[in-house]
């Protein structure tokens, strides 16, 4: 049941109760003979992939339904919309009133009236506002009280991530959830990062081990047969799995899919189009005579212009943390390819890219350390190497060491290690 109010942790039985259930019982029959058929979210078990978090007193819990899952709920097509549904409970045990931003989870959020209006035939009109409003979250809410309902957002396929973000006279609570959706085929989702490496073979680096290892790791990635180099790896990424992921989700990178009959289609619908496609699969290079675990974007206008990263796992710990090599590229143009669905031309000024990501990650409260390190060999703009395409490149041979964060880290208290100094 949507904005339900719980005191103490248990439900309030009573007549607005009984009317509203009656009213959704209704709104479901008239909806069967309209064509209008949405199903209570009760019924729907996407809550089963909900997260919890909790706090001073406030229990915040999320879940996101699939586009099926949507449709199921509110009887329209919301994601061909471009709208996702994000569904709260927010429970509060505090002695004061505490309110819901919900600005902070999309600042271009839906009304529910809006999103409803976007689907509303005249013969359903009513009842589709009404529904969709009943199903809205409460901003307010008052001590002993829980209350759940929906936000309605612009869609995130993959991987959505999102702050709850709660306030009340005496101070602000912060909730990030990264919750993952039914729907997109990831590359990296069934990758086995705990299994990848024996105990044997994973080594813990001290501060000169790690440098002499990343100056003398491979200079590009290689092809499939291990016979030529390509792209300069020009990053170098510490922090673990989950780490890794979470920072480069929260500074706005996207998932890729795999390459499959689905991701080709919307891929050369993009490339006929100039059609963003956000999760659009990347071609395989190789490090370590294996292709990239892991593969982020961010797109721009369309799917010719994007930034495209790659990262490998390494063998190797720092502190601690796993040791990721990888390369980062901006895409500035793109032709279609049997073998590889697309195939992009590079920006020359691989450095400047490997700059944006520096500060991308920071500006996102991402990053935590940084530091510079020799390693993919100087190529001054006068004797340019190419990439594996033919793509011309220059850089001046640093790669640039990024400790991200899973947690938030403000750009001022971000350390700043001096190894090597560019001279750009």
């Not at 589709?128 to 009943?134: L, R, T």
């Not at 957002?153 to 306030?167: R, S």
């Not at 003398?216 to 290689?222: D, H, I, T």
């Amino acid at each position: 049941m949507f904005n339900t109010n719980r005191t103490q942790g248990k439900a309030q039985p009573g007549v607005a109760r009984f009317i509203l259930s009656l009213w959704m019982l209704l709104c479901a029959i008239a909806g069967c003979a309209s064509g209008w058929n949405p199903i209570p979210a009760d019924t729907v078990p996407f809550r089963e992939r909900s997260q919890t978090q909790s706090r001073d007193g406030i229990r915040v819990t999320a879940a996101v339904p699939s586009a099926a899952e949507t449709r199921e709920i509110f009887g329209a097509d919301l994601y061909d919309r471009g709208v996702q549904p994000v569904w709260l409970e927010i429970e509060n045990t505090r002695d004061e009133r505490i309110s819901f931003l919900p600005v902070g989870l999309d600042s271009n959020y839906f009304t529910p009236i809006e999103t409803a209006s976007m689907h509303e035939s005249e013969k359903n009109r009513r009842q589709m506002e009404q529904y969709f409003f009943s199903s809205g979250v409460n901003g307010h809410i008052l001590p002993g009280v829980a209350r759940s309902g929906f936000v309605f957002t612009h869609l995130d396929e993959g991987t959505k991530a999102f702050n709850v973000d709660l306030i009340s006279a005496k101070g602000a609570w912060p909730f990030t959830f990264f919750i993952q959706v039914p729907g997109l085929k990831v590359d990296h989702y069934d990758v086995d990062f705990a299994g990848m490496y024996t105990t044997d073979q994973i080594k813990e680096l001290d501060r000169d081990g790690l440098i002499a290892w990343l100056e003398s790791a491979p200079c590009c990635v290689r092809d499939e047969k291990d016979t030529n180099n390509g792209d300069p790896l020009n990053i170098a990424v510490i922090g673990d799995p989950k780490e890794v992921y979470y920072a480069f989700i929260r500074a706005g990178w996207d998932e890729t899919e795999i390459v499959a009959a689905s991701s080709g289609f919307k891929t050369a619908i993009s490339f006929l189009t100039g059609g963003e496609y956000r999760y659009s699969p990347v071609s395989s290079l190789y490090v370590f005579n294996r292709r990239q675990d892991v593969a982020f974007q961010r797109a721009r206008e369309n799917i010719h212009e994007r930034n495209h990263l790659r990262l490998w796992m390494s063998p190797y710990k720092y502190e601690g943390k796993t040791v990721w090599i990888g390369q980062i590229s901006r895409d500035i143009g793109v032709r279609f390819t049997m073998k590889t669905i697309t195939t992009h031309k590079i920006d020359p000024d691989v450095d400047e890219t490997r700059e944006f990501l520096l500060e991308n990650l920071a500006y996102n409260q991402a990053l935590a350390k940084v530091a510079y390190v020799k390693g993919t060999g100087a190529a001054p703009i006068e004797q340019m190497r190419a990439n594996l395409t033919g793509d011309p490149y220059f850089t001046d041979g640093l790669r640039i060491v990024l400790w991200v964060s899973a947690t938030q880290v403000a750009i001022d208290d971000i350390e700043l290690l001096q190894w090597e100094i560019p001279k750009r």
